[in-house]
């Protein structure tokens, strides 16, 4: 018996790795997530929802077909940043509406060899020259490191709700997208096969018909199916884990650092650790295109999203965090600068770093002896350390340069040393390129929700987005105006 049943996981574990798709992507192309002071590191992954029409299923569903087996004329129909944090506490999704303008960096796809050398234009272009592409350009825009991608098509979407067993959504009003097909009475419905990507795919449906509200929607599929997935009922049913793992390794394209089951279940795990009511869902927030008023641009307070996440900033916690270091945080300077001097030791990947802050240092006033080198070996955090009877020294050194008195560690060694971090990769004040992000503006304007929100419904649009006959309506009206059309699910 044991040996059946090992024989049995053996053979499943090889038709589940057989049904992954990888692709390889630039080593560092998105960047590289920073460690924690324990040494944890964040998970950053782009979720690439691709409108590729290359097979049969994706041909039916999209509405038309696709010749070409690669990402060549695809376009990134969703993307999602998904960052958990390094000590797997809380999660962000963060969405980037299709409709971004942005640069797009030189890319060239080795699986089509389809290259650019750059060019200004919609955000979700950049997949035609591979998923790689598409990861480079999301970083550049946010600065967000990303070293992981899980993409899937059409057919996918419908495969993962049909193998969680559908997903219960809930709509405000009668809606009938003509667009995406989607028709749904006013209430809830579980969602399965077609339904469920008529649901995602609607940007006609819901707030004001743009891809905006498009992505407000998917944040509600997606929370519900997690809501799904993490019930007793479906984690303890053996033949539903195995539908749903099946069916996600056969729906998803990945990175190669995510290309086998082994790696695939360790992101589960980890994603499985955060609970629902941690697990933020956010929209970039965008301003109209100054040249294109159906395009939009990220808006002033993305930044503040932006940073949030690359300092791996919760944003369930309702701001209450500290949103910038308290003077007592600070250590307090008790030595005139000229009586000071240091060692600046760059222990990041950047070069030149420890020349900058000596310079800043020495135009501060510091001693001129202070001098510079490379860090035995790279440090995720900024500290300084002092010798004996040097306190006073040191914490005038870290008040110059906003650095926290708990970066503070006392040496055997005579001297101030200040070793420059992965936490500090540019400007010449820690405390204004790596003090924590201000939550309240993260969320300002992003339509924020947490994943337990089972109660909230999706707002269908009040405005006539959708037409039947040439009639422009409100989604709602044509609903009452196909009553001879079956709606998408009872």
């Excluded at 070793?419 to 003090?435: L, Q, R």
Aim: proline letters at 4%; hydrophobic letters at 35%; glycine letters at 10%.
């Amino acid at each position: 018996m044991v040996l059946v049943t090992a024989g049995a996981g053996a053979w499943l574990y090889e038709h589940l790795n057989g049904n992954i798709k990888s692709v390889a992507i630039d080593d560092g192309a998105g960047g590289k997530e920073k460690a924690d002071a324990f040494g944890r590191t964040p998970i950053n992954v782009l979720v690439i929802g691709s409108d590729g029409r290359n097979n049969a299923a994706d041909c039916k569903l999209g509405g038309g077909c696709g010749s070409a087996s690669s990402t060549v004329g695809h376009n990134a129909d969703v993307e999602m940043v998904v960052h958990v944090s390094a000590d797997r506490s809380n999660a962000t999704v963060m969405s980037i509406p299709r409709d971004t303008m942005t640069d797009v960096p030189a890319c060239k796809d080795p699986d089509s060899s389809q290259s650019t050398v750059g060019y200004y234009g919609q955000i979700n272009s950049a997949l035609q020259y591979g998923p790689a592409c598409q990861v480079k350009t999301v970083h550049q825009l946010t600065g967000i490191p990303i070293d992981h991608f899980v993409m899937l098509d059409f057919s996918g979407v419908v495969k993962m709700s049909d193998a969680v067993g559908g997903v219960s959504v809930c709509v405000s009003d009668n809606v009938y997208d003509t667009y995406s097909h989607l028709k749904l009475s006013k209430g809830t419905h579980t969602l399965k096969g077609d339904a469920a990507l008529e649901f995602v795919r609607s940007r006609h449906g819901f707030g004001d018909g743009s891809d905006l509200g498009r992505t407000v929607s998917q944040h509600l599929f997606l929370s519900a199916m997690i809501r799904k997935f993490k019930s007793a009922g479906t984690l303890a049913d053996p033949a539903k884990v195995y539908s749903l793992a099946d069916a996600a390794t056969k729906a998803l394209t990945v990175d190669d650092g995510l290309g086998s089951v082994g790696k695939l279940v360790g992101l589960a795990t980890d994603l499985n650790k955060v609970p629902s009511k941690r697990m933020t869902f956010t929209t970039m927030q965008t301003g109209a295109d100054p040249t294109n008023a159906n395009r939009v641009v990220p808006a002033a307070a993305a930044k503040s999203l932006f940073a949030a996440i690359v300092n791996d900033q919760s944003l369930s916690d309702d701001g209450k965090k500290k949103t910038s270091a308290s003077p007592s945080a600070t250590a307090a300077a008790t030595v005139p600068a000229s009586e000071v001097t240091a060692q600046v030791e760059n222990g990041t990947t950047t070069s030149g770093r420890a020349s900058v802050i000596a310079n800043a240092l020495i135009a501060k006033g510091f001693g001129s002896g202070t001098s510079t080198g490379n860090a035995p070996q790279q440090s995720s955090k900024t500290t300084i350390t002092y010798g004996p009877g040097q306190k006073a020294q040191a914490q005038t050194l870290a008040s110059a340069l906003g650095v926290p008195a708990s970066h503070l560690t006392q040496g055997t060694t005579a001297g101030v040393v200040l070793v420059i971090g992965g936490d500090w990769t540019t400007g010449t004040s820690y405390s204004s390129s790596s003090a924590p992000a201000d939550t309240h503006a993260a969320v300002s304007d992003a339509h924020a929700q947490t994943a337990d929100k089972a109660k909230t419904c999706a707002k269908v649009s009040p405005y006539k987005t959708v037409e039947i006959n040439g009639v422009p309506m409100t989604p709602t009206q044509a609903y009452a105006a196909a009553s001879n059309k079956k709606d998408s699910a009872p």
